[in-house]
């Protein structure tokens, strides 16, 4: 399998159709010497973040919310309400910007800013195309579930920082929740990894195309790929703070969690931050599980569908429709599930998700020792 | 081990019904519950769906007995004055000034023709404080305070929310105070006019 | 037992299973922390504070304090006529206004001793009973935003709704309802309410069965509810709980059937009281079903009301209404069982004044929280909110 295999019909775009094309040329734009390019390919996932956020996120979540409690959702502004979030956010912009007195002001004013920068470091390695990725690091993967760390010290530093004793509660336990279960989510991935041979996302990815479509899927590639898959997805919960994990924010326990004391454009950003992180999770799982941009189209016979929906575009597409698909799993679980509690989480992580993501690791490397 | 399998079973298995309804729910959301209130007969009919009124442009219905905003038709209104002493909250002021006997055509009659003997000038409900229990409507003899299905009359000043149904500018009642008393004093004078009469004739006749 | 001796003041997490009293981390004593939960905060239901002294999560005490909705019922009360007073204890509990009236009409009729046309109490049943299922939906759905779940909250008040609305077509009003009088209704009930009220009886059952799938029956609320804020029945009838909270330890005492008012001897229904099988007697879970089942309950006596009920002809249901309502000199209690469980109403009359020398409110919500020292106690904070939330109080009806 190679890249010229991907995208031999889908139409010819600006740079090029090969794998990491466009992402290479922008590297290689400069303007003046300044490194313009590069600024481009950082923005893309940052205008991504925002625009997904605004429409999906916010707009989304409220009315899929609101359809499964057989209510409408916001229909005041604009037709369907679809201006709902604009308001939202200039509603956010004007609110006063409040510092507690008594807080930690160096903390408070960095915490969200350490939160937003953890979820979007990770979108350097997503593959949002075949031809467009960050960084294609060859250690992507690792890379990925390392940098998503990073959003514990952000937790802990908005929770310490408000000197509020329900935000310091909520960090505490966001950041024991999202240590504990990085174990099981990394060794789910690592079966993915390990069916790949390679951390690569690029290449994780080339190699789950062909013409079968979704057959090539790591899911389907093995019979115990789904533990890992299953596993991974709920770990992925945990780590972003949904439903039924979100105890760190826990509304009826802890006011608001770490984020209680947050007004304004802060706010704003703690939950940019999330939606971030959500869909960062989604596509990790999309690519190592689902084949990230590749078409689960199967090509039958004369009726290439395969072909016909795959290239550098149709990828782009894909990947974010399999992303969306996860994202609306998250919402449907958060708005049909009851929260844990802080033992119960601890109790699945320990004694359920990391023994059955150590067994099928093992059942994974036999499979792919055993089985060619 | 049974125990610890078991409870992932149920778990797994009561977490998809779960999301199962929801989802049920979700894709129901293309229908829509419609308006009609609790008295229609189709109420049970109606398809199961998104319930949602938006409540300015749509409302539940009010029922025809719904007790909301209190109403006096001042033209039944005799002035008895029992609802302001029913009201548990007090929130009805009534000031009341006798009909002068040549004016009793002009006060009228109530509907059911009760020759009406009181002005009143200030007739004052208070509906801010007004609890709808219903109450004074029940004292009332002639019914014509009476609780209005009308649920939502939601004001900006506080002061608007002090209802006047008086029959009597302040002029108006300023004169018929002043007729009031004048007919008093003469009334008085008349008395005393009298009693003087009857003194000076008792002592005339002595 | 011995370790909870030897574990002494410290953290201590005790969790009760089947008598055997379980500790948890009895060696992780750190610096202990006051923490003012509420008043505003989300899941007090309403304005309770609740001043926890916590080490880490676990709640080594806390203390209810009250008194933020206090209104001055017991002193109004002496200051209205006695008709007046329905309207004020509709603010009570003010999820379950038809039983207050009903509770307290009961005390002055007792005081009064008037007889009360048969259709009077059919209807006051009716409205009351569906006024319960009304107020136990608020109960299940709020319990579930509690543990975190939202969607059960919003089918519970679809549902609330309708009754609402049956309620305000027969009284008036939606929740504040003024229908039951002394000695008879405000008015009889429109012609069509009984047979929309059939109605609503089978179109409740399977939204019922819904709810129970979505909230009751889910793993994760089973295990958040079961065996957390075990009260033992003895323990129980000491506090003087009543209602949903005493059954659901385990004592089938239900004023309904044990000190019977109004037509309710003629009734055929259950009291329901857990067996232990779905949950642990006594505890959080088992309150809950409690209410569930009650729900049930509560539609088996609408239909049989609705079906034994004495026809409208020639009724008038402010037939037996005393015109100037002066009892003679004496004392009365009369109680009802509330959806919070037992109402009392204690008046005491001078015999000359239309007005009550006293009226005390005995209420079920103050009794059922006066236990929160004992049950909270080393628990966790969300198992604090479960407790809270399985106690179902109406900060109107404690405060008073």
Known sequence: MSSTALSQISMPFLMGNSLNAWSEALVGFNILGLPLGLVILAAIPLVFIALYSLTYGVYGERKISAFMQDRLGPMEVGKWGILQTIADILKLLQKEDIVPS?????????????????????????????????????????YAIGIVALEVVGILAAGWGSNNKWSLYGAVRSVAQIVSYEIPAAIALLCGA???????????????????????????????????????????????????????????????????????MKFAVIFLAEYGSMFMVSAIISVVFLGGWNSPLPNLGAIALNDWTNG??????????????????????RWTLPRL???????????????????????????????? | MSEYFGNIKTGAVTIATGMGITLKHFFNAIHRKGDAGVDDVDYFRQVDGLCTLQYPHEVIPTPKNGRYRLYNNIEDCIGCGQCDRACPIGCITIETIKVAPDDLALCG?????????????????????????????????????????????????????????????????????????????????????????????????? | ?????????????????????????????????????????????????????????????????????????????????????????????????????????????????????????????????????????????????????????????????IILGLLEWASGARMLYNYIWIGGLAYDVPSD?????????????????????????????????????LMPAGVAINYGWSGP??????????????????????????????????????????????????????????????????????????????????????????????????????IQSDGKSTKPLRCKARSSCFVNLSAMKDLSKGQLIPDLVAIIGSIDIVLGEVDR
């Open chain 1, 102 to 142: 008594s807080a930690d002001k160096f903390l408070f004013v960095i915490g969200p800013g350490i939160l937003f920068v953890g979820s979007f470091l990770a979108y350097a390695v997503l593959p949002f195309s075949s031809a467009f990725i960050g960084a294609s690091l060859n250690v992507g993967l690792f």
């Open chain 2, 109 to 206: 009659k109530t509907s059911d023709g009760q020759q009406k003997k009181f002005w009143l000038p200030v007739f004052d409900i208070d509906v801010a404080k007004c609890m709808t229990c219903g109450i004074c409507t029940t004292v009332c003899p002639t019914e014509c305070l009476a609780h209005t299905p009308v649920s939502d009359f939601s004001e900006f000043d506080r002061s608007n929310f002090i209802y006047h149904f008086g029959n009597l500018s302040r002029l108006e009642a300023e004169a018929k105070r002043r007729k009031n008393a004048e007919l008093q004093a003469k009334a008085q004078a008349e008395k005393e006019k009298k009693a003087a009469d009857a003194l000076k004739e008792s002592k005339g006749g002595e």
């Open chain 3, 1 to 161: 037992m011995q370790e909870l001796d030897t574990a002494g003041l410290g953290s201590v997490r005790v969790t009760r299973k089947n008598d055997n009293v379980v500790v948890i981390e009895k060696d992780l004593a750190t610096e202990q922390m006051v923490l003012a939960m509420g008043p505003q905060h989300p899941s007090t239901h309403g304005v309770l504070k609740l001043e926890c002294l916590t080490d880490g999560e676990v709640i080594t005490e806390a203390v209810p304090y009250l008194g933020y909705l206090h209104r001055c019922f017991e002193k109004c009360c002496e200051n209205v006529d006695y008709p007046a007073i329905v309207p004020y204890t509709d603010r009570l509990d003010y999820l379950s206004g038809m039983n207050s009236e009903f509770s307290y009409a009961l005390a002055v009729e007792k005081l009064l001793d008037i007889e009360i046309p048969r259709r009077v109490e059919f209807i006051r049943v009716i409205v009351a009973e569906l006024n319960r299922i009304a107020s136990h939906l608020v109960a299940i759905g709020t319990y579930g935003i509690d543990l975190g779940a939202f969607t059960p909250f919003l089918f519970c008040f679809r549902d609330r709704e």
């Open chain 1, 312 to 333: 550098p575009v149709w990828g782009a597409f894909w990947i974010i429709s399999k992303g969306f698909f996860f994202i609306f799993v998250q919402m449907w679980l």
């Open chain 3, 193 to 229: 309410f009984l047979k929309r009220v059939r109605e609503f009886v089978t179109y409740f059952r399977p939204k019922a069965v819904e709810l129970c799938n979505l909230l009751t029956e889910n793993e994760i609320f089973v295990k958040r509810t079961r065996g957390i804020g």
């Open chain 3, 245 to 346: 909270m005493l059954r659901g330890s385990g004592v089938k005492w239900d004023l309904r059937r044990n000190d019977p008012y109004s037509v309710y001897p003629e009734l055929d229904f259950n009291v329901p009281v857990p067996d232990g099988k779905l949950s642990d007697v006594g505890d959080c879970l088992s309150r809950h079903l409690v209410r569930a089942w009650e729900m049930d309950e509560s539609l088996k006596i609408i239909e049989q009301c609705i079906d034994k009920m004495p026809s409208a002809e020639g009724f008038n249901p402010r037939s037996a209404i005393p015109k100037r309502i002066r009892p003679k000199a004496g004392e009365v209690y009369a109680r009802a069982e509330n959806p919070r469980g037992e109402l009392g109403f204690y």
């Open chain 1, 341 to 372: 509690r802080v033992d119960q989480l601890m109790y699945l992580c320990w004694k359920v998700l990391t023994p059955f993501a150590f067994v099928s690791f093992v059942l994974t490397a036999i499979w792919e020792v055993y089985v060619p």
């Open chain 1, 194 to 264: 390990m069916m790949a041979g390679t951390l690569d996302m690029q290449q994780i990815s080339v190699l789950q195309s062909g013409s079968w479509g979704f057959a090539h899927f790591f899911l389907f590639k093995t019979p115990i790929a789904w533990l890992p898959f299953l596993i991974y997805f709920i770990a992925s919960l945990a780590e972003v703070n949904r439903a039924p994990f979100d105890i760190p924010e826990a509304e009826s326990e802890l006011v608001a969690g770490y984020f209680t004391e947050y007004t304004g």
